[in-house]
């Protein structure tokens, strides 16, 4: 059984940060990409932020410089690390994992992030 549980959601207002937190389980950690998707309601789930087995980092345009995903193999989680965050982020997040071709087309619960004055 693969298990992702995403943490650290919250409420928070604009300029403010939250870190995320996605423990794995299930799985080989260290030898798969990672990553960190939103959804708010009625749009499309987008991916966010990626990070390799290797390391390398990748961000959609809209976050380039406001967050940072990091991942740790000995204690099999990934983090997102959330600054100066904008009302345009509001979502629910969630993280996944790449397998053979493409995302693993199965979701957790996420956490809800709500930037709001």
């Known amino acids: 059984q693969v298990q992702l549980v995403e943490s650290g959601g919250g409420l928070v207002q604009p300029g403010g940060s939250l870190r995320l937190s996605c423990a794995a389980s299930?799985?080989?950690?260290?030898?798969?990409?990672m990553g960190w998707f939103r959804q708010a309601p009625g749009k499309e789930r987008e991916l966010v932020a990626s990070?390799?087995?290797?390391?390398?980092?990748n961000y959609v345009d809209s976050v380039k410089g406001r967050f940072t995903i990091s991942r740790d193999n000995a204690k099999n989680t990934v983090n997102l690390q959330m600054n100066t965050l904008k009302p345009e982020d509001t979502a629910v997040y969630y993280c996944?994992?790449?397998?053979?071709?493409?995302?693993?087309?199965?979701w957790g619960q996420g956490t809800q992030v709500t930037v709001s004055s």
């Open positions: 990070i390799s087995s290797g390391g390398s980092t």
């Open positions: 996944n994992l790449y397998k053979n071709t493409d995302w693993r087309n199965c």
């Open positions: 299930g799985i080989i950690f260290s030898i798969n990409d």
